[in-house]
């Protein structure tokens, strides 16, 4: 049995409690999140650095942190680009240089010739050989052993504390901790036999590992103890996902019953049949729906398998039960999509569909509002402008949230929120379906959407021409504007993206402006249109309309075309400084053209010199098209921060436990969260210990 009552007296005492921890100083540590003793305990190394031995100096390696010992044979100060103190080094093996920009007289002094020095540093290359470039050091007199026994712990930091300092409060809680006082709550029998230690002896060991201990597997995170503590905190991020999911499942929402004649209608208008895998999933969701909860559904599809579709018969369900559906999508572009898409679809059926933007002219909104509020319109198209106050919904049984691949935890919480509080029906909640743009890798759709039940279609619709991709560097520019030049001139249509670095969007506007400029210049009879993100909704939409018409040859843009547009004569696509995107956002832009039956070509035009990694990243997308090798390659290349979107934010930031890393751990994880020997305490007590900074993720 776990001990409750000790674990919530380490966890209850404030860091207050310590020596030399006033009011003042306990602010400070609250911005790292750390309030009790239990949190300092928690908080755990980033690193080591190992003041435990002497390394000889003719050892040393660039790039080395260490300890090393001699006689100071010159101090001299040296005029060159920048002054500086230069001292020499030298000990049995060797000699090296020690540097100091910033020195006192007095320090300079203190490094009298024959003195015995003892520093730490990191070892760089330099102009003679290795430096130590501002070592810390001591002066040693005769053979004074090293004291340090264990590897010291580099923690991570806030303004207002130093190193030194976070070592002396956790060796502090260390001192005193005794067994009774740190819960054990995983029974030892489900952690895995290679990990079954003890949790206070994995706390203990990882704030100050032996000198001995293996330092290349802990560097690398794959000590056995750390592995211990990776698994309980992944563990621990997946029952606080769990445990959403079962909140909802707590709520009600209407059941929404099959209206085969409605469907049957719209499946029979449609030129092509369903692909089996969107059989599969509609099937899927027809059976979330029927339910008198809510669905919690993500659907996954790689770019162009057709999910508007399966939105679309999902919708029916919900209008066909005489509910209202809305459907949420990030640009208003892609709303205006849409908008197009499900009228040109559902209209027919004597479906009214809405529209609600952000830009929407004050009498045509308040004409939109009108008809939502009534239940008149029973699909309502939006961007975010769709949850703001004032919009009242009516019978609202289905919510859509298209392309959002950065739809983290806390945006899902937050629209369950308003979904709830505006205008379900009575108590319910509304159903919830979740698109993504691309695919999400395995292990972080496992972690990062565990709340989720998960629906993929797997399959493309039949007849779709790969798309061939290359990588030309700009030297070539010309070149590949002739190759613009003569697709155009067999009638065919093209894309010429522009990225910039920078998010801002009037920059990026900037740069489409004068490559639009110069290519309606250089390409003769071409006929070039433009369309960035500072366009107005209704120039935007003219430009648009105009190039899905056929009226417009080249379409320079920058990514705001990213996601929805759908023009299958288009079929080449040129994407300038491909590499400053990532590889979700590359293959999600491609997927743009080979949408008809045309053999269709994307032309990555790289910027020189090309790093290691955007080389790697140009070269996973000329070789995949499939999304999914794509995402895996992504995350290989990026890190799970990046590619949820979540690295500002914090929200899946992990103390030790790396995702990409421990991916092979999160079987285990999953089949300890599913054993009935974990109760609701000891869930409760394990996303308290790991989470407890996230609060509303925690309490969720
Ligand atoms: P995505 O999954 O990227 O959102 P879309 O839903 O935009 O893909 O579909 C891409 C294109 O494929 C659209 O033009 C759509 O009409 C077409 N499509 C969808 N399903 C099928 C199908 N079963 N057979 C043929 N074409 C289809
Ligand atoms: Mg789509």
Redesign the pocket.
Known sequence: MPSDRALTSLAEQPVTALKGVGDRFAQVLEKLHIRSLQDLLFHLPLRYQDRTRVIPIADLNAGQEAVIEGEVATADIVFGRRRSLVVRLQDNSGIITLRFFHFSAAQKSRFARGVRLRCYGEARHGNAGLELCHPETEIVHGAAAVTERALTPVYPLTEGVSQRRMRGLVQQVLAQLQDRQIAELLPPELLPKALRYPLRDALVYLHSPPADTQQAQLAAGLHPLQQRLALEELLAHHLSLLELRRNSARATAPPLIVNTALERDFLARLP????AA?QRVCQEIATDLARDYPMMRLLQ?????????VAAMAALRGIGAGAQVAIMAPTEILAEQHRLNFSAWLEPLGIVVAQLTGSLKATRRRKQLAQVASGEAQLVVGTHALFQAEVAFHNLALVIID?QHRFGVRQRLELREKGAASGAIGRHQPHQLI?TATPIPRTLAMSAFADLDCSI?DEL??GRQPIQTVAISNDRRDQVMERVHTAIAEGRQAYWVCTLIEESESLQAQAAESTSLELTEVLDGVRVALVHGRLKPEQKEQVMSAFTAGEVDLLVATTVIEV?V?V?NASLMIIENPERLGLAQLHQLR?RVG?GSIASHCVLLYGKPLSNNGRARLQALRQHSDGFAIAEEDLRLRGPGEILGTRQTGEIQHRIADLQRDAGLLPQVQRIAASPALNQEIRRLLIRRWLQNKPRFAEA
């Open positions: 092509f049949s369903l692909t969107q599809g790689d770019v162009g398998a057709g999910k508007t579709l392309e698109m279609i619709p039949p929805g759908d299958p997927g949408r």
